[in-house]
């Protein structure tokens, strides 16, 4: 049976956090960055959250996933990564909490990004279903798309220029060869003889 998720409190609206606990569960998790937005090529450090809310201590298996244009640079104290996926064990007292941090890089300057997104999980054992999961998306910055836009449509006028002018000095150059060897040949010369010129 998996266990459905039910929204929690969450950051202010457009703040690209979101999180999720579910009913009754007393592990939550948030998972936080010190910015909204971010270009192509950057790194963004991550905070994972994980609080106890209950009266015993509880072992637990933290998870963080990445979109596809992005890479784990680092993971932090007890950290592995594997792809897209970090991975912690941990054990959290009553009432206490525990971070972790990731710091993650969005895909090379001049990729088609618009968003990146990342989701955080709780899990009381490998295999089991989350018990509390948290997302954050920060847009990528506009200026970085409008700026390979830029450079891209003048490079290609360049290089069709460059082609073209290339064309004509092949055709302009097989012309002259033409008609230098149309007049050095033999067969051009008029013969006096034969009532030409001279």
Known sequence: MVAALAPA????PGAGERT?????????????????TIAAGEEVLYT????????EERHAIVSQRVSAKARFVDVGEGGTASGGVA???????PGAEIERT????????????WRMSTTACAQSEAGAPPVACATDADRVD??????A?????PQRVLTVTSVLTAVLLVVATGVAAFVVW????PGARRDPANGSDG
Not at 182 to 185: K, S
């Open 102 to 113: 990731a710091r993650v890089r969005l895909g090379e300057p001049g990729e088609r990004l």
């Open 48 to 55: 994972l959250t994980l609080r106890n809310e209950g009266d």
């Open 149 to 153: 836009s830029a450079v891209s449509a």
């Open 182 to 185: 149309t007049r050095l040949r």
């Open 20 to 36: 999720a606990t579910v009913e009754g569960a007393t592990l939550g998790v948030r998972i936080t960055d010190d910015r909204d």
């Open 9 to 12: 409190d969450s950051a202010e």
């Open 87 to 93: 991975t912690w064990r941990v054990v959290v007292e």
């Open 142 to 147: 506009g200026s970085v798309r409008e700026a």
